[in-house]
């Protein structure tokens, strides 16, 4: 069976919007239950501090889910704002419904082993935020996301790496010199 299928029998309700480039769906401090399912195109989470400055959590491309779990988990106001990079298709599901579900001891496997994966790939990204170099940090972006240098503008790919664009740019600019 698709994935697609799969989530969307976990929740009765999902559906499917189809949202254009720079729609936002999700805004911070609003109380959210809300699971992004991403079919085509690409979402992001970020937040914004308080001096303005944005400062990217996630990019979510065809076949991740994109969720703000803390908010949902201690039902609490979000603290991300979710928004659509290109336009997509995207199956809103309630979390509630879908932690509800009933779910097959094999799908209950394939989920946990899911959770697992993107929570390792979170740790991965917080100890290369706290110890690796740029450089090493736009590397690893480069083998997580190939695709993403040509979907999104440069200022977005620093604010992930935590970096400044100028930084990124040297960086790149040195890469292109070596190679």
């Avoid at 499917?16 to 936002?24: D, V």
């Avoid at 290369?128 to 170099?133: E, K, T, V």
């Amino acid at each position: 069976m698709e994935k697609i299928n799969e989530i969307l029998t976990l929740d009765s309700n999902a559906k499917i919007i189809y949202p254009k480039k720079g729609e936002i769906l999700q805004r911070e401090n609003e109380l959210n239950s809300k699971i992004f399912y991403v079919k085509k195109g690409l979402l992001r989470s970020f937040t914004i501090d308080e001096k303005g400055k944005e400062h990217i959590f996630i990019f979510a491309s065809a076949g991740w889910l994109i969720a703000d779990i803390e908010s949902q988990e201690f039902n609490q106001p979000t603290e991300l704002f979710i928004d659509c990079l290109e336009k997509s298709e995207v199956v809103v599901l309630d979390r509630a419904n879908f932690m509800l579900s009933n779910l097959t001891e094999i799908q209950l496997k394939q989920n946990a082993h899911l959770l697992a994966r993107r929570t390792a790939v979170l740790q991965r990204r917080v100890i290369m935020l706290m110890s690796a170099s740029a450089k090493e940090r736009y590397n690893r972006f480069l083998e997580s996301y190939p695709e993403l240098p040509n979907r999104v503008p440069q200022r977005m790919i620093a604010s992930y790496l935590g970096i400044t664009p100028q930084a990124l740019s040297t960086i790149r600019r040195k890469m292109v010199r070596k190679n």
